[in-house]
């Protein structure tokens, strides 16, 4: 029977009122949240800013850095997706929502849709007892011992990328990002759950890990065909693969071996505490925090390696230096992984490293969602519900000796600015939710850097702009750091 749209016709002028009522009120109601702060006035009804945020990241977090930056207070606010949100420029004002990590005012997400992107139940979302008693349990994964034996499988895997990069470059230049990408993911994949993920689970772990990362950067549509669904379904196959290498790696420590990778420490441990005081743990439970550890690694790491490779490029004295401090401590010819001892030995290497992250902090922004009103300042009050973002980025310009400059030499032991200047050097977060595995982080871009300067000569194919930054979702270069390479010495260490 046909529509007679005739009879509605009356009606569309009420509709229509209704409609525009509803607009002015939620326009009314980010208004009232932003008060005095500094930032767009006026917003597009539900999806506020979204689509600049996602057509352009660098430009819009650059937008409301300016906005921040304009007022005493630091804050600048905005309105994405029917929520509120503020950007925390002040690095004060983001200690103070890092140190109320807790139910009754702020909840870490990691991503604006972080809880139905990875679930309800990693460690992220994690407060109080139960918090403490996981990362306790964490622990003993980043021990001297846990970690001399992750250098040895990073170095080796190390090794075979960069003398496949050198094949692939000849005489044109590559672009790293997706190298450094894959070789990170087949790292993070060996040293988290090694012998436990076959040939065909890892093929498929690349692939569910691509869909997790192109969604990373969508809007949250969660429907058939859209790349958000995608990735969420692809996170929920990644946390029952992790899931399924916890249960193998368990019933392999029960038979008394040494651990060999980070999830045989992990139950290990597990066990060792179960037999003195039981407690309840799933599997894909530990999966999910698997799953964590492999996003904070995978992504923030490769940003690093790439600005690692950048700054070298651009600062030959700095390269100079960490070579002729490497060749202390470790040769090539001599087909031996460098120790732990040694990596610790590289004190300006670790500098260098530092002085990348410092400058260009992976994980530029934090997102945090208040649960509660929270008294920021005396004159300001963040409402309930709002998705608040400290700029680690940020922070880390405030304070050091100029900061805008490469300068490895500020993290040595006669200038010590990452002590004086430490309330300002947030890229591993702080508080009770500051990352548990920095020192893993830090010897990982170290060794990139100790193998890459002493195995390789490189120079960056540079274009214009190929140093400005790109979300992907962390900072990159936005040329993805095209190089040429050749190997420096006779040939690659048999490690």
Known sequence: MAIKWSIFMPYIPYFISIIALLLLLEQI??????????G??????????????VANPTKFWEIQSSFAKSTPLGISANY????????????????????????????LVGHPFGKKLFGEHNLIYMFGQDHK??????????????????????????????????????????PLRILCRDMNLETSQTVFVGPYLDKTSRDRFTVDYNFFNVGLMKLPIDLPGFAFR????????????????????????????????LIDFWMQENLREY???PFEYSYNEIGGHLFDFLFAAQDASTSSLLWAVAYLDSHPRVLEKVRKEVAKYWRPENDAVMTGEQLREMKYTEAVAREVVRIRA???????????????????IIPKGTIVFPSV??????????????????????????????????????????????????????LFIAIFATLVDFKRDRMDGCDEIAYVPTIVPKDDCRVFMKQRCSRFPSL
């Not at 503020?86 to 909840?107: G, Q």
């Not at 996170?235 to 290498?245: A, F, H, M, P, Q």
């Not at 992976?362 to 300001?380: S, W």
């Open 29 to 38: 109601s980010y208004l009232k949240k932003k008060r005095f702060l500094p």
């Open 40 to 53: 767009p006035t006026l917003v597009l009804p539900f999806i506020g800013n979204a689509i600049a945020m």
């Open 80 to 107: 994405i997706i029917g929520r509120y949100i503020l950007y925390i420029y002040s690095s004060e004002l983001s200690h103070k929502i890092f140190a109320n990590v807790h139910p009754d005012a702020f909840h």
């Open 133 to 174: 008693d996981l990362r306790r349990r964490i622990a003993p994964n980043f021990t001297p011992k846990a970690l001399q034996t992750y250098t040895n499988i990073q170095q080796r895997i190390i090794v075979k990328h960069l003398a496949s990069w050198c094949q692939k470059s000849e005489n044109n230049s590559i």
């Open 230 to 261: 995608n990735a969420r379904l692809a996170v929920s196959r990644l946390i029952e693969t992790l899931g399924g290498c916890a249960a193998a790696s368990e019933k392999k420590m029960k038979s008394g071996v040494e651990p060999i990778c």
């Open 275 to 277: 037999s003195e005081k």
């Open 362 to 380: 992976p994980a530029t922004m934090v997102p945090h969602i208040a649960g509660v009103d929270f008294a920021l300042t005396e004159n300001y």
């Open 393 to 446: 980025f940020d922070s880390s310009f405030q304070g050091f000796t100029e900061p805008d400059r490469f300068d490895p030499e500020r993290f040595m032991e006669d200038r010590q600015e990452d002590r004086v200047y430490r309330r300002n050097f947030l890229a591993f977060g702080a508080g009770p939710h500051q990352c548990v595995g920095q020192r893993y982080a830090i010897n990982h871009l170290m």
